[in-house]
């Protein structure tokens, strides 16, 4: 962890916060998703270090150190998009392995699509290929509950007023839990998604007090406009790219107890194959005790596949 070195780099006319180990022309870059930050990546950023790869991880516009755009509310994941384009431009990257986690895994396949010349392969956790609109699993998004927090986040106003009851490392403590475990969030139509978890519950057992603290004191800086309006305001919105196909080769890393294997739709769209419409080239394997948070969780066993992945197809 000391070795990571951070720097700013201009993307968009924003300073963009990029933490970056190793050197080489071999390079991957990890895109987090929420309430993650560059610093999610952690475990895997040294491991592929120490393999002869030259690690960087992206906080994006508005999360963590880098920088808001001046009108969060109308980010759009093609921002996001364009960022990853314009930090691998400033770093002087003509092309690199993307490994990206819940939310970050709509912007790499973006990437994948908009700009193939940039990818050399994507690995994704805790969501599979899919784009915003989510189009594969349109049919079964009529069942998903009212109280689901996806849907309570979506309504600008509501997550800002059940968060701000609360000081930033609870938010994020809350969350983390929360989304810990092997059911969806859903609450009561008089129950905010806070009140789900209590303030004093104690942390999964991979994730200590020093680790929530960092991500406390990340969120406390950058607070949740961003980070509400992408992902989660933005996200059934479709970005027309619905027809593309990924060329370059990809792996999905799913926990079997990530909570997200219940979302209306998914585990079938994964486990029948139905992903592979979308990326011909793509290899598929669960960790039967992981979680939502399986980079954090296990990070031996995922170490070991995104570098034995990467290992096969580097050019």
């Known amino acids: 962890m000391e070795k990571i070195q951070h720097n700013h780099v201009q993307a968009k006319g924003l300073k963009l916060h990029v933490a970056q180990i190793g050197t080489g ?89 908009l700009h193939p010349d940039r990818v050399s392969t994507i690995i994704l956790l805790g969501v599979p290929f899919l784009l915003p609109g989510l189009s594969p699993l349109q049919s079964q998004l009529h069942l998903i509950p009212p109280g689901f927090y996806m849907l309570r986040w979506m309504v600008p106003g509501g997550a800002e007023a059940d968060f701000g009851r609360f000081d930033t490392k609870t938010v994020i403590r809350k969350v983390y839990i929360m989304f810990s475990g092997s059911l969806p969030p859903v609450a009561a139509d008089n129950q905010e998604i806070m009140e789900l978890i209590d303030s004093s519950a104690p942390l999964p057992g991979w994730l200590s007090e020093e680790d929530l603290a960092e991500y406390g004191s990340l969120y406390e800086k950058s607070g949740f406009r961003t980070a509400l309006q992408v992902p989660y305001r933005t996200m059934m919105l479709p970005c027309g790219l619905d027809d593309g196909k990924i060329r370059a080769s990809g792996l999905v890393i799913m926990g079997e107890k990530d909570y997200i294997m219940k979302f209306p739709g998914l585990e079938d769209y994964i486990r029948s194959g139905k992903v592979k419409e979308f990326v011909p080239n793509l290899d598929v394997t669960f960790l039967a005790q992981g979680t939502h948070f399986v980079q954090e969780q296990l990070p031996e066993e995922v170490n070991h596949l995104i570098i034995s992945f990467l290992n096969k197809h580097c050019e």
């Open 25 to 113: 022309p071999k390079v991957v870059a990890f895109l987090h998703g929420f309430p993650e930050i560059w610093y999610s990546w952690r475990h895997q950023m040294v491991a592929v270090a120490n393999a002869g790869y030259r690690a960087i991880s992206i906080d994006f516009r508005g999360y963590g150190l880098s920088e808001h755009p001046s009108e969060p509310e109308k980010a759009t994941f093609n921002d996001f998009v364009d960022d990853v384009v314009a930090v691998l431009d400033s770093l002087g990257i003509t092309k690199a392995h993307l490994v990206a986690k819940d939310f970050g895994a709509f912007v790499a396949a973006m990437v994948g699509i």
